[in-house]
């Protein structure tokens, strides 16, 4: 206990000593008394009072309704540095993504290797930076920032992509007895580089614990980087892709259990998703719905990604 009331001293003590060396705390006008040889000096600053009783005595007083946080270089945890307008766009998100038909469907009968399984399509968002801009009066104003977001997109088939074709195309994978493989994963990633334009309104600016915010804008994208996965049961051996009919198509070995296939698999490079979060504070949910479809016009399906999740750490 003793050592915990040292610390807790000093770190008072630290802190009106930063708060002092930044002008927080005016001094006003010391009072000098004199009795008998004896001096009588006192000190009026912002929050505190400081009394010299003659040579050998000083009272400390600490005012706490005047004593305000939100000054302090330190700022108090559960406030905005500040107290300045802070919106919802850095931080750590994570959640589920697909994608629909121009009907909003989410099963196709026509191109089987696209049938996702939603519950294993996980993504994250990793939002490091973020640029505000007050528009007005602390309530609403206007967010940027970059980040990065990590897509999977698990299939429910046992289709591999080609990505070295002039269109998307997709096959079924055969081994050499001529049997449908069972893949334990079979899934699509794509990373993207973010740069949202969003507008938030929050209603309490001072304090974030007690905030309900509500955001809507778009993020655009650009796409560094993508690839297939499967994972086989058996390898050192060749695998086979047959088309609907059975006839091959074209054939692979491997020697390991992992495949990986770098390559843009006629995605577009670019793209403009419309969002909106929704929060109260620090608990944050969020929905994006790409306004560009995810394939190269022409050369693929015309399909549409969505994101669905919430903010698991966000600043």
Not at 224 to 249: A, E, R, V
Request: neutral net charge; contains cysteine.
């Amino acid at each position: 206990m003793k050592t915990f009331m040292r610390v807790t001293g000093i770190v008072m003590l630290a802190m009106l000593l930063l708060c002092a060396a930044n002008g927080l705390y005016a001094q006003e006008e010391g009072k000098t008394e004199g009795n008998k040889g004896h001096h009588h000096n006192v000190y009026d600053m912002h929050g505190v009072k400081v009394e010299q009783m003659g040579g050998d005595s000083t009272v400390i007083t600490i005012h706490n309704k005047d004593w305000d946080w939100g000054q302090c270089p330190m700022s108090h945890p559960f406030r905005n540095h500040w107290k300045k307008y802070n919106g919802h766009w850095a931080g750590v998100d994570f959640g589920w993504n697909g994608y629909v038909d121009q009907n909003f469907k989410m099963s196709f009968d026509k191109d089987p290797y696209l049938n996702m399984n939603v519950a294993r399509s996980l993504m994250v968002n990793l939002n490091p930076f973020e640029l505000n801009l007050n528009l007005c009066h602390q309530h609403f104003g206007f967010t940027t920032g970059l980040g990065f977001q990590l897509s999977n997109y698990y299939f429910t088939d046992n289709y591999k992509m080609l990505g070295d074709s002039t269109a998307l195309v997709a096959y079924r994978i055969y081994n050499e007895k001529g049997n449908p493989v069972d893949l334990k994963v079979n899934k699509l990633f794509t990373a993207w580089l973010t740069l949202p334009i969003l507008f938030e309104y929050q209603t309490n600016a001072k304090m974030r614990m007690n905030s309900f915010h509500i955001t809507l804008g778009v993020i655009g994208g650009l796409r560094i980087g993508s690839y297939t996965k499967q994972t086989f049961d058996t390898w050192n051996q060749f695998y086979y892709l047959k088309d609907n009919k059975g006839n091959d198509i074209a054939s692979f070995y491997t020697d390991n259990k992992f495949v990986r296939d770098h390559g843009p698999f006629h995605q577009n490079d670019f793209k403009l998703d419309a969002t909106a979060r929704i929060g109260w504070s620090f608990l944050n949910f969020f929905a994006t719905y790409s306004i560009t479809p995810m394939f190269v016009k022409d050369d693929g399906p015309v399909v549409y990604p969505w994101t669905l999740g919430i903010t698991l750490i966000g600043w």
